[in-house]
């Protein structure tokens, strides 16, 4: 099975309106994630990465929280833009210290309606 | 801003032929890393790459495949025999250093088995 995973395929949300998108990871030895933003056409973009010790961090507009309880994490947009609107990833690294290949979730695609 | 490239940006190419993919990783990086994604799914790891050896592959790097550092600033993917199902992104990313850091990622190459 996958070891992270995506609630919702696509998120519609007003401009200017904040934005949550929510990811659900099962490998509890999961100590690094990381949220990119895919554009069409694009690689994926770093956006905003956290640690296992902690449990929010924040960036320009963009927040990410850490519930290692249940093996949440999610990824709060400020003030929505028409920028915005793409494919968002979350991704993990079990983290052995080495060059270790991410592990991502199949995305959601965040639609900013003008 | 430093970015990862790739060369070519598309590659068409007959079943069963040999297709090398390349990038130039951000130049003071030492990680590096080939990943794929199939049109509309999620992006997934092939290989990682440190001090000129492999560090880690899934299950998709199979012998059909090689990677290679030739010299200072290219990194190379090489898919031998082609196939059909190998039709795809291929995205090449680095990162700076050991542990936990983010990996930047090029545009990819989209590449298309006839």
């Known amino acids: 099975g996958e070891s992270v995973g995506l609630h919702l395929p696509t998120l519609s949300v007003q401009e200017g309106d904040n934005s949550i998108i929510n990811c659900a990871y099962s490998?509890?030895?999961?100590?690094?994630f990381i949220w990119y933003k895919q554009e069409s056409g694009k690689g994926p973009q770093f956006i905003i990465d956290?640690?296992?010790?902690?449990d929010k961090r924040q960036g320009q507009r963009v927040t990410v929280l850490l519930n290692k309880t249940v093996k949440h994490l999610s990824l709060q947009i400020a003030a929505t833009q028409p920028g915005d609107s793409a494919v968002y990833f979350c991704?993990?690294?079990?983290?052995?210290?080495?060059?270790?290949?991410?592990?991502f979730g199949k995305g959601t695609h965040l639609i900013i309606q003008p | 801003e430093p970015e990862v490239t790739q060369t070519p940006s598309h590659q068409v190419t007959q079943m069963g032929q040999e297709v090398i993919l390349r990038c130039v990783p951000i130049?003071?990086?030492?990680?590096f890393y080939w990943y794929r994604q199939i049109l509309g799914q999620k992006v997934e790891f092939l290989v990682s790459?440190?001090?000129?050896?492999?560090?880690?592959k899934s299950e998709i790097f199979d012998d059909q495949f090689s990677v290679e550092r030739p010299d200072g600033s290219n990194f190379t993917l090489k898919i031998r025999s082609t196939k059909l199902e190998d039709s795809a992104m291929y995205f090449c990313?680095?990162?700076?250093?050991?542990?936990?850091?983010?990996?930047?990622f090029g545009d990819g190459t989209r590449l298309s088995i006839l």
């Open positions: 130049s003071n990086h030492l990680y």
């Open positions: 990313a680095s990162s700076p250093g050991r542990g936990n850091q983010p990996q930047h």
């Open positions: 991704a993990e690294n079990i983290g052995r210290g080495g060059a270790d290949g991410l592990t």
């Open positions: 490998n509890s030895a999961s100590d690094y």
């Open positions: 790459f440190y001090n000129n050896e492999i560090s880690e």
């Open positions: 956290i640690r296992s010790n902690m």
